[in-house]
């Protein structure tokens, strides 16, 4: 042990002593755990593969991976972690596990990564964004249906028009969502709100239509105060981001499209074996959706997070179930089907930065090549990925955020 101590948030971490206290408190860990945790904060800048953990806290005693998942288990909770929360020590997929949380020595010298999530990259301001410097607050659209909506960080704006399952509050503590959050607003501020009928927005709406999509933008954008500023659309969030754009050419001065389509599963199908396929899929949707059926949602989840792990797809069902409806699931899904904005694409005339994961299994590429044919002033990236929605640990995570660092500083 290097004989330093650490802290992370009620926490103080003495390696010299071997000694965990919470609130000055002395907390009983079993060495074995407490020798993993030791070695995951020491080594906090990167992802500690299995066999490293092995060889380090058991030496060349041979022991299986379930001594390390019991010991793994241990420390989460002497930490006040758990597997699905994995707010603290995060399993990467077939890599290892790394100490995420924000860490600094007692001296006061902040840890190598920033004591952040792999992928976010740490300066100053990074440490004053989260759920509690966020404010939230609501607006009515034109059929009465209130929209809420939320700001945080500091600099230039930067609106992220909805996506489906979304939580303004609840986005914060899911590793679905976290580190989009504090990337995005790096050195900005990130507006973002909840659609219709999805978190803490109404459920219970009038219309629930891709047009009404589009006016609540519209509504917010006036609540908001905005006047010019950049436009990112993720997932379905690109078609209507893409139809504001067309409508108020003057307001959007660039426009980012992660994950987009401009057209949904229905409507771009070619075949009758297509179209029957389209319409499976929103069948077991139907049937998903309404009876909760929990292999379904974990299908569903394993879409959007290929290379996830089990606990990843269980974080991303319960999330789910939290931001809406069954019955609001089964609309949402209805209407992603019939999106079309391919008639109105080509008269978006900002700068466009299309940014799409390579091997995406929710929205194939092909996607992606359809808008930056269709925008004029665009420009496709692929990332090295097979998920929809990126992961915190995964290269094309730095490479999304500095496509979008990049291009907004032009």
Known sequence: MKGEKYRFG?????????QLRRAGEPVHVEPRALDLLCHLIEHRDRVVPKDELLDEVWGDRFVSEAALTTALRTARLAVGDTGSRQHLIRTVHRRGCQFVAPVTAVDGTPSPAGGRTAGVRATPADRS????????????AGDGTRIAYAAVGSGPPLLKAANWMSHLDLEWTTPVWSHWLGGLARDRQLIRYDERGCGLSDWVV????????????????EAAGLDTFPLLGVSQGGAVAVAYAVRHPERVSRLILAGAYARGRQVRARSETEGAEAALDLDVARVGWIHQDPRFLRVFASQFLPEGTQED?????????????????????EEFARIDVSDIAHRVACPTLILHSRDDERVPASQANELAALIPDSRLVLL???????????????????CIDAFLSE
Do not use: M, Y
Not at 10 to 16: K, P
Not at 129 to 140: E, L, P, S, W, Y
């Open 313 to 333: 797809w269980d974080e991303f069902t319960a999330f789910q179930r939290q931001t809406t409806s069954p019955s609001n699931g089964v609309r949402f899904l």
């Open 10 to 18: 009620e926490f103080e971490l003495d390696t010299a002593r071997q």
């Open 384 to 402: 090295k990925s097979r998920n929809h929605l990126l992961t915190a640990f995964e290269p094309a995570w730095d490479e999304f955020l500095s």
């Open 129 to 140: 964004i989260g759920a509690d410097r966020q404010t939230i607050r609501f607006c009515r």
């Open 206 to 221: 009038p219309g629930f239509t891709f047009d009404d999509w589009v006016d609540d933008l519209e509504t917010v954008v």
